[in-house]
Structures are given as structure tokens and as C-alpha cells.
């Protein structure tokens, strides 16, 4: 990555800062002065001033099985926030949303970068999701479901839809709508009594049980990261 990046993940320096060090010529890469842009790798000896960098920051990544009625905001004023309810002893941020009725998989981290490039719905990351409905769900629906739907804002895109039971079934979305699957179901006449997201790429719930939380395996880090492109 840009040697910016690099030194401002450590929590040490700011990019800001760091340009201006490089600036001034007073980091070095493998002994030679560092120049502007340059892309380094861990393997890599950086130094400024002669002193190796200090990681101040430690990487959180934690799977969360969120229960229906918290609000997945870090705003202490909203009662059931998100932050209020895991407890964490440092700071960590929600990755997107999942509406407070909603239940199920969610990611928090103190890794921003992450946090975008999973939030960004251009970037067509898998998130999947088990339904129940209020009625039986016909193979016209589940059809009709994966074509695509005419919401007021938008036509969704086309997606993955398995039937599980009578009135379940499973989607996975590439985009991110505000409550996306309820409106999907609501344009067919349909009310959704339970929505459970069950993974996000390639961080699946499991058996986690609801209301608990575990921090991702490094693999696990490793793949997701590798998704991203990061």
C-alpha cells in the first residue's frame, strides 16, 4: 500500500503529516529515503527519524447476531443503540446497517477503510438473508422476486432466491436499498414477519446465538480483506 496509508494505520501520523515528513525527507524505506507515493509491503523496514513506528492501533473485527430491536447507530441519545448493547471496551463502529426489526449478522470493526468498501453498494458484495413471510410464497413470487423489483426509487437488481419452506426463503443481495427485501415483498403484496441476515461475503453466522458476538478468525480477516481488494 501507499506509505501514507501505511504509517497513518498504525495511528503514529496522519497522511497529512506523513507527506509532510516524506516532505522533509525524514522517513526511510529499507534505508533509502522514502519518496512520495512510494508502495511498501509488511515486509518492509520504515522508519522516521531512524526510529521504527509505533502501532497504536489494533485492527477489531467482530461478528455480532444482532436481535430485533437494536438500532445499529453509535449515537448515545437513541435507547438500544448498537454500542450500548455489545459494550465493547474500545471504540468499534457497525458496518452499514440492518434495520432495528431486523436480526442477524453484523460486522463491527475500528477499520474505516473496511467499513466503506464493505458499505458501498457500487462494489456488488454478497449479503444473504433468510425470510419469513406473512402468507405462502408462490414459485411465481420467488420468480418474480429474482428478476428484479419497481420500488419508488428503483428497480432492483437481479438476485438469488431460494424457497426454504411454505412461507421462507432465502435472497442474496449485491446492493443495499434502505429495507430493500421488505419493500420487495410489500410491491407483491406480501408483509415479511421475520428477516434474519445469515452472511455478509464470506463471514456466515453460523451458530452464533442471537444477541451474542465473537471476534472474526484472522483467516476470516484475511479472505474478507482479500474480497476487497484491500
Not at 501505511?6 to 522533509?24: F, P
Not at 434495520?99 to 458501498?120: C, V
Not at 438473508?129 to 420468480?143: G, M, R, W
Amino acid at each position: 500500500m501507499r506509505i501514507n496509508k501505511y504509517i497513518s494505520e498504525t495511528g503514529a501520523v496522519s497522511r497529512r503529516e506523513t507527506d509532510r515528513l516524506i516532505k522533509a525527507g525524514r522517513i526511510t524505506v529499507n534505508g533509502a529515503v522514502c519518496e512520495a507515493g512510494q508502495l511498501v509491503s509488511p515486509d518492509d523496514i520504515v522508519l522516521i527519524d531512524g526510529k521504527p513506528i509505533e502501532n497504536k492501533v489494533h485492527s477489531i473485527y467482530i461478528a455480532l447476531n444482532k436481535p430485533a430491536g437494536i438500532t445499529c447507530t453509535a449515537a448515545p441519545h437513541v435507547e438500544g443503540n448498537i454500542i450500548d448493547f455489545v459494550s465493547y471496551p474500545e471504540r468499534i463502529f457497525p458496518v452499514g446497517r440492518l434495520d432495528k426489526a431486523s436480526e442477524g449478522l453484523i460486522l463491527m470493526t475500528n477499520d474505516g477503510e473496511l467499513a466503506n468498501s464493505i458499505s458501498h453498494s457500487d462494489h456488488g458484495h454478497e449479503k444473504e438473508y433468510l425470510v419469513t413471510l406473512d402468507n405462502t410464497c408462490s414459485k411465481q413470487f420467488i420468480e418474480n422476486m429474482s428478476r428484479g423489483v419497481q420500488i419508488p426509487e428503483a428497480m432492483t437488481k437481479p438476485c438469488v432466491v431460494k424457497p426454504v419452506s411454505d412461507d421462507e426463503f432465502r435472497i442474496i443481495l449485491t446492493q443495499g436499498l434502505n429495507r430493500q427485501i421488505r419493500r420487495m415483498c410489500r410491491a407483491f403484496g406480501y408483509t415479511v414477519t421475520k428477516l434474519e441476515r445469515i452472511r455478509i461475503m464470506n463471514i456466515e453466522l453460523g451458530e452464533l446465538p442471537r444477541g451474542e458476538w465473537r471476534e472474526l478468525t484472522a483467516e476470516e480477516v484475511g479472505t474478507l480483506k482479500g474480497l476487497l481488494g484491500m
